[in-house]
């Protein structure tokens, strides 16, 4: 089956610039997640998709990020405006329920640099 | 900030050893454990998973242990390769009703031939 795709892969903006990153899950799986991944730690959950529904938003910065996850597939996630700290790569993960797990498939993920 | 990136802690084994990866963990009731193995410029890569009633479980070349007293999760990875080299992130399962995992800090394995 085809991964998770991201896109861009790579994006260099200056501060104070909006960026928007784009997530195609796995066919079929109904739960989407965006994590950010600053360099040399692991991944923090900063949105969590049901369907086209939130799930969990509580580790978003939401005066500056927002995502969405229209018709329940594709979604978006957009930094506006942006800060150096926001530098970090940006993974999406994909899962859906098999036998008793919740195995969460990532993307390759979007590399962020705010100068 | 990214000072820390730099000191990731490191495991330098040689081809051919076993390797042992460690991971504390924060939340008792957290119900299931994940170990990912992330390369350079990857998304992480599930390699074996553990839920909170089992104390081991075995995949291929790699066991995964879990101590709930002490809230300790190890990887242990058998005749480690070349191919082997990379992050490891452990990460457990929130239990909030829905899957929500909280990942460790990492540890990069290298493996020198």
């Known amino acids: 089956e085809a991964g998770v795709a991201q896109s861009p892969r790579y994006k260099i903006i200056e501060k104070r610039q909006s960026v928007a990153f784009w997530c195609n899950p796995i066919?079929?799986?109904?739960?989407l997640y965006w994590y950010q991944q600053i360099l040399g730690q692991g991944p923090k959950l900063l949105i969590q998709f049901q369907n086209n529904g939130v799930v969990d938003d509580s580790q978003l910065p939401k005066d500056r990020f927002s995502a969405e996850r229209l018709k329940g597939v594709d979604s978006t996630l957009k930094i506006q405006p942006a800060k150096l700290e926001d530098s970090a790569v940006y993974l999406c993960?994909?899962?859906?329920?098999?036998?008793?797990?919740?195995?969460?498939?990532f993307g390759p993920g979007t590399r962020l640099t705010v100068t | 900030g990214e000072s820390v990136g730099l000191h990731l802690p490191t495991l330098s084994v040689q081809e051919g050893d076993n390797s042992i990866i460690n991971c504390a963990y924060s939340?008792?009731?957290?119900?299931?454990f994940i170990w990912y193995k992330q390369e350079s410029g990857k998304g992480p890569q599930f390699i074996i998973d553990i839920r909170s009633n089992m104390d081991k479980r075995q995949g291929q070349r790699v066991t995964v242990l879990l101590n709930k007293t002490v809230k300790h999760l190890s990887l242990q990875i058998a005749a480690t390769q070349p191919g082997d080299s990379a992050v490891y992130f452990c990460a457990e399962n929130m239990n909030t009703g829905f899957q929500k995992l909280v990942f460790g800090t990492g540890t990069r394995l290298l493996v020198s031939p």
């Open positions: 939340n008792s009731a957290s119900d299931y």
């Open positions: 993960a994909s899962s859906s329920y098999r036998g008793n797990s919740y195995e969460q498939y």
């Open positions: 066919s079929g799986h109904a739960t």
